[in-house]
């Protein structure tokens, strides 16, 4: 018997899409035609997988081939993490990345005057004025230190909120202050809604440029751009109220925040004008290469999917 005939998936732009879901405790399934967490009671709790950009999954949970497949066929980013989010251990490329966009991201990361270009229009946007000029990456690294600390006291200020120093154990989440644990979770929610955004434009999130030598390098680099004026107040706001659970706080007002900035129809047009600033033509497509696993007849950064 022929397997009956389905219409082709329709993705929706990432644009469109719930920015982040944590699940936890629950085994990820389709049952009858529909993408679910079964928890151990068996109850079904029915996710629109095609309309988020990024699952978290935290411990406790277990996937089955069928929700992985289909979590890629819609374009569904899955992201294994610790508790809290606040560890990256593992995370999926849905639909595959793009030859041509990965050899420009690598060429513009291994030409010393492209890459400077590409951190000086980082650092232009992130703190809406040019960085000085005749300094190298590693100069404009340390301003940008020096300034990410000063951010940090003028919020800690503007919250009445204790601040030390950002500072965290991975290995003992629970030994932080409540500030870096708001810290941690805020910016964990968007380390994965920006991978996802980099995986569905069709480059890689290694390659970095300010950040290097780590698998995440081009996740900091494009969320750094966007941290203080979404998840890092929020933190601090958090913080402020001293919460008994304070994660779970800090990701509700993140997606709240995410929302209201509209920052998923922003990230991938963001991601195009920085590297664009690097000069370097982008490589045209090869003859034999595979169409991408979600066409997009618009243009990256109309529709925000891959092309």
């Known amino acids: 018997m022929s397997e009956p005939l389905l219409p082709p998936l329709k993705p929706i732009p990432i644009k469109d899409r719930i920015s982040v879901l944590f699940v936890e405790k629950g085994q990820l399934d389709v049952l009858d035609g529909a993408f679910v967490l079964v928890d151990k009671t068996g109850v079904r709790t029915h996710i629109p997988v095609g309309g988020i950009a990024c699952l ?4 406790g949970t277990r996937v089955s081939h069928a929700a992985a497949v289909l979590a890629s066929r819609v374009g569904c980013l899955l992201v294994w993490v610790g508790e809290a989010g606040v560890r990256l251990y593992s995370a999926g490329q849905p639909g595959g990345a793009r030859a041509d966009r990965l050899l420009y991201q690598a060429k513009l990361a291994l ?9 000086r229009k980082m650092y232009e946007l992130r703190f809406g004025e040019k960085p000085p000029e005749r300094r190298s990456v590693e100069q404009l690294r340390g301003i940008e230190g020096a300034r990410v600390r000063k951010t940090y006291d003028l919020l800690a200020k503007q919250y009445r909120v204790t601040w030390k120093k950002r500072n965290y154990d991975h ?12 810290l941690s979770s805020a910016t964990a929610c968007l380390y994965g809604i920006c991978e996802a955004a980099i995986l569905a434009a069709g480059y890689a999130p ?89 066409p997009n007849k618009e243009g990256i950064g109309d529709a925000g999917h891959r092309g």
Request: glycine content about 6%.
């Open 56 to 59: 978290m999954l935290e411990p």
């Open 206 to 294: 290694a390659i970095g440029f300010i950040h290097t030598g780590k698998p995440q390098s081009f996740v900091y680099d494009i969320a750094d751009v966007f941290k203080f004026e979404t998840v890092v107040p929020v933190a601090f706001r958090i913080a402020a109220k001293q919460p008994r659970n304070p994660e779970r706080e800090v990701r509700l007002a993140c997606r709240d925040a995410f929302r209201q900035s509209k920052i998923l129809k922003r990230i991938i047009p963001t991601i195009e004008q920085i590297l664009a600033a690097g000069e370097v033509t982008v490589p045209g497509k090869h003859i034999e290469a595979v169409d991408m696993a979600i």
């Open 111 to 119: 030409d010393d005057s492209a890459r400077l270009k590409v951190v």
């Open 171 to 182: 290995s003992e989440w629970g030994s932080g202050d409540v500030p870096n644990r708001c």
